[in-house]
């Protein structure tokens, strides 16, 4: 369902409403609801390849998939793009791009969770009803994983 942002705005008004996770990336959209909320509001991307733009449009920060195999490539992107530094923020960013793609090459989180079993962070066990990641997809999420500098 989604949630339009003069919605969003008014509610925003709430004291118990803090913060919202916003993963419709149609042009306008954002800066539009970025004007509808307090200015206080934290206003957060859902999507990880768009994330930096966003930021660009008065977003906080990301509720990131990505950074679950690379954290601090995606804390530095985003403390580089709310510092306002958008240069070093993209040249970041670029290094993460065959991630934010490839961790959804199959259901999330079957990519993520091979990358970190292949990274040592976790078991290669998953539960039902997830499925191992395919042997055809795994050398797309360990190209995107070299590029950004966290395969082993």
Excluded: Y
């Amino acid at each position: 369902m989604d949630l339009k942002p003069e919605t969003a705005g008014r509610l925003s008004q709430l004291p118990g409403i803090v913060a919202i996770k916003e993963s419709v990336t149609e042009a306008g959209r954002t800066r539009a609801l970025v004007d509808a909320c307090r200015k206080d509001f934290c206003i957060l991307s859902g999507e990880d390849a768009v994330a930096l733009h966003l930021i660009r449009e008065g977003t906080r920060g990301v509720i990131s998939v990505t950074a679950n195999v690379a954290p601090r490539g995606v804390a530095d992107v985003m403390a580089a793009g709310l510092r306002g530094d958008f240069a070093a923020a993209e040249s970041l960013d670029a290094s993460l791009a065959g991630l934010h793609r490839d961790l959804f090459i199959e259901s999330n989180p079957i990519p993520t969770k091979w990358a970190l079993a292949r990274m040592g962070l976790m078991g290669e066990g998953i539960r039902l009803p997830l499925t191992p990641l395919s042997p055809a997809a795994q050398p797309a999420v360990l190209a995107a994983m070299r590029a950004a500098g966290v395969a082993v």
